[in-house]
């Protein structure tokens, strides 16, 4: 009976032990009724069975997390393969063999005394692209990571032909500046669709000689600031499109199409100038260059317009930009070589500061009025061949104000259809140079320079030379002119040339006077008692063909110091009369020349 009982109170245990609640119910009735025996009671171990049910838990969270995890990763793969497929330039090159080669790098860096590229620290990508010269083949360069520049990256390989960027990271083309630099054989680039913010690009495609056109649609240069030389010496580019492109920003546009030979028309209606300083050299040498539109863009910080259009020999008419503000002060060879150019509009052209027009209009051929009314030039410095070579040039209105330029060295040189010329406003005070100032002016028959001084003057070679139908000749301006040094061919070929009188010049420094008069074959009256000839070393053909002259006044010559005086009454020992005026004791030296030209010799 008693087994029974304890069979009974196991078989009790077990239930007790699998109900947890009952568990829970008994110890709370044993302790109302006995707290006391309460702490000797001991519950049964329950830990295995919890382990059991943690270990299973454990075990679907491990899965789950593998799961997740592997899920994660693919995606992650995914995305670095995805990554990876747009770091990639594909190049065609001038190569004969089929040698594909593949570059994996981390970073591209420029060797500055070598010129290559580092691929992780060794030259291997430009020598290995300077060995791809010999006939057709496709190179694809795969990148690790993504560039952040492609600075110069292809600069200076001439047998790249053909080059795909479509899948290089937008970022990468932030500096593009000189990337294709000299690429003389490249044809085409795919830039691809998607936006590229560009920071950097000067001189990105100067010397692509090969470049016929370019997409850069794609490219957003709002942050841009330097454009300059960026399509310099693409002969053969017949068209490109701007209209995308943003200026806002852009401060220097020098030599922007410099050498597009090609080129007939660009559209700049949309560019923004109003930052730009640098205009210098933008169209130069663009020899087929026919039509340039500006937009109503108006400038307001530029600086400098050197040789602008300078050897654009087809452009005929242009509509230049508002240039209104106070910051302009060079203009030289501005409109150089254009010898097509028929009329220009400049009254809006603020000259206010200007220092340089050396040669602004030389050699414009066609024009054959200006209307520089609009010109304030008390800044202007140097107005050498300012309109030197404008042969069709019949009139210009001008008022201007001279009273800083140094230099007037041919300034009117070879103005063939000049008949008149008024220079009243010109005040030469500070002038050192008028070489050649209107030297080829063959049709001038009128010439006002009752104003000009000679404080600081020192040479007027050839001033004059070839003015043929000049008949007379203001030379008061020369009074006082103590640094003259050169005199030479200064009336050399003005056959018109009929009397002339020379002023004071009191100057001890005047060495040549070689050809002064050579040529002058009407010319019948010289005086020359005011010269000054201590100094003078050359003389030589000084009166050289002047055949009808008459009367020759040199009472006051003196030329211990001259050195030669090789035909200087050559071409006029035929003159029937002929009177001369001079002073023996100081001319002892040409005494010779004067008795075997002369039939005739007056003696004082």
């Not at 240069?221 to 017949?238: A, P, Q």
């Not at 070579?389 to 000049?418: G, K, P």
């Not at 030479?488 to 010049?505: Q, Y």
């Not at 002047?546 to 071409?571: H, P």
Request: glycine fraction near 4%; charge should be negative; include cysteine.
């Amino acid at each position: 009976m008693q087994e029974s009982l304890e069979d009974l109170n196991d078989d009790l245990e077990d239930k007790i032990f699998e109900n947890e609640e009952l568990q829970g119910k008994i110890l709370e009735l044993e302790e109302e009724i006995n707290p006391e025996k309460l702490e000797d009671f001991k519950a049964p171990d329950i830990d295995p069975l919890r382990k059991k049910k943690i270990k299973r838990y454990l075990t679907l969270a491990f899965i789950l997390l593998f799961i997740i995890g592997f899920i994660i990763g693919l995606v992650f793969l995914l995305r670095y393969l995805l990554k990876k497929e747009k770091y990639e330039i594909f190049c065609k090159f001038y190569s004969i063999g089929n040698e594909t080669i593949k570059i994996i790098n981390e970073k591209v860096i420029k060797d500055k005394d070598n010129y290559d590229l580092l691929i992780n620290g060794e030259k291997v990508s430009r020598e290995a692209l300077q060995k791809l010269n010999q006939g057709n083949n496709t190179v694809k360069f795969e990148f690790k990571d993504k560039f952040d520049t492609l600075y110069e990256l292809f600069y200076g390989i001439d047998k790249l032909i053909e080059i795909d960027l479509s899948k290089m990271n937008p970022e990468a083309f932030s500096n593009i500046t000189r990337i294709f630099s000299d690429c003389e054989s490249l044809k085409k680039i795919n830039f691809g669709s998607e936006s590229k913010k560009i920071k950097y690009m000067e001189e990105a495609f100067a010397g692509c000689s090969s470049l016929e056109s370019i997409d850069l649609t794609s490219f957003n240069t709002e942050n841009v600031h330097d454009i300059s030389r960026l399509f310099s010496g693409c002969y053969s580019l017949k068209s490109i499109n701007l209209s995308k492109f943003d200026t806002q920003n852009v401060e220097n546009m020098e030599a922007m199409f410099s050498g597009c030979y090609l080129l007939e028309s660009i559209n700049l209606s949309k560019f923004d100038l109003e930052k730009v300083e640098d205009m210098s050299y933008m169209f130069s040498y663009c020899e087929n260059l026919v039509n340039i539109t500006f937009g109503k863009s108006k400038t307001k910080e530029l600086k400098r317009m050197i040789g602008t259009f300078m050897d654009c020999f087809s452009l005929e008419n242009i509509n230049l930009p508002d240039i209104n503000d106070n910051n302009l002060t060079d203009i030289s060879l501005l409109f150089s070589n254009c010898i097509k150019l028929e009329s220009i509009d400049l009254s809006k052209f603020n000259t206010k500061n200007v220092k340089n027009m050396y040669k602004m209009f030389s050699n414009c051929q066609s024009i054959k009025s200006l209307n520089l009314n609009a010109f304030i030039t008390s800044s202007v410095l140097n107005m050498k061949e300012m309109f030197s070579n404008c042969i069709n040039l019949v009139e210009i209105n001008h008022s201007f104000s001279t009273q800083s330029v140094i230099y007037f060295e041919s300034q009117f040189a070879n103005c063939s259809s000049l008949t008149r010329l008024d220079l009243r406003s010109f005040n030469t005070k500070g002038a050192h140079e008028m070489k050649n100032m209107f030297s080829g002016c063959s049709s001038l028959v009128s010439l006002n320079i009752i104003n000009f001084h000679a404080n600081k003057l020192n040479n007027v070679d050839y001033m004059f030379e070839g003015c043929s139908n000049l008949k007379n000749i203001d030379l008061s301006f020369l009074t006082n002119s103590k640094g003259l040094i050169s005199t030479t061919g200064m009336f050399k070929n003005c056959t018109s040339l009929e009397t002339i009188t020379f002023p004071h010049v009191f100057t001890f420094s005047l060495y040549k006077t070689n050809e002064m008069f050579s040529g002058c074959k009407k010319i019948t009256y010289i005086d020359f008692n005011d010269l000054n000839t201590l100094s003078v070393k050359n003389m030589e053909k000084m009166f050289y063909n002047c055949s009808s002259l008459k009367t020759l006044k040199i009472a006051k010559f003196n030329t211990r110091s001259v050195e030669n005086y090789e035909g200087i009454f050559e071409g006029i020992e035929n003159s029937s009369s002929f009177s001369i005026t001079y002073n023996y004791n100081k001319t002892e030296e040409i005494e010779d020349a004067i008795m075997d030209k002369w039939k005739k010799i007056f003696i004082s």
